[in-house]
């Protein structure tokens, strides 16, 4: 299991180096996740909280692209859906910005393979220009687990939307058990732009935790 998630770390870290081209931009995401889950009645669902902090780095690494504290309050219905309230205190090169989210989660699972589809609507106060925005973001991801409680690798896009197209996201990338209440997740990830031709490409790298 080591050999496979080492082969897989380098199949991300390639694909990083491989898709850029002349101007592209480089950067890392690197996050730290708390999670707290319990259950109702039913054994399935009940109610959850989380904690995220992440680190954004941009030109090349050499920058500082944005920061963020994230609480997360929500509820599991069943095994396929559940749903969830967010708070980003979040700074940004040009300020600070508060953001709420609001998503709902859905989910398949067959065998080792699952599919979920996430949808979250942004709403977006920018204290430095008094200015009041939306997002609307959909995510779909695939995942593989392999048995015995191996490593999870998965793709996954991301658009973001409103009254048109902003940006997507794409990602490759793996879930490493590391101990019982530890995982960490490598993921390399391609992002274009309306109005821009460069790309970027992201090294990412975050730890969680359940509590």
Not at 51 to 80: C, H, M, S, V
Not at 146 to 155: E, N, S
């Amino acid at each position: 299991m080591k050999r496979l998630t080492a082969i897989l770390a380098v199949m991300i870290l390639a694909g990083f180096s491989a898709t850029a081209q002349e101007g592209d931009d480089f950067g890392s995401w690197n996050h730290l996740q708390f999670n707290k889950a319990w259950k109702d009645a039913s054994g399935v669902g009940g109610p959850y909280i989380g904690l995220r902090g992440e680190y954004r780095t941009k030109e090349r690494f050499q920058a500082t692209d944005i920061w963020f504290i994230r609480p997360t309050i929500g509820y599991r219905f069943n095994n396929w859906l559940k749903s969830d309230v967010s708070y980003d205190y979040c700074q940004t090169a040009s300020g600070l910005q508060h953001k709420f989210l609001f998503s709902a989660t859905g989910s398949l699972k067959s065998g080792p393979l699952s599919v979920s589809l996430r949808e979250m609507y942004v709403r977006i106060l920018s204290t430095y220009s008094g200015e009041w925005s939306n997002l609307l973001r959909s995510k779909l991801n695939v995942q593989y687990s392999f048995p015995d409680g191996g490593v999870k690798p998965y793709l996954a896009i991301e658009m973001f939307t409103w009254t048109k197209w902003i940006n997507t996201r794409h990602f490759v990338g793996v879930g490493i058990p590391l101990w019982s209440h530890c995982s960490a997740d490598l993921y390399y990830m391609y992002l274009t732009t309306a109005g821009t031709p460069q790309a970027r490409h992201i090294a990412g790298l975050g730890f969680n935790f359940d509590l």
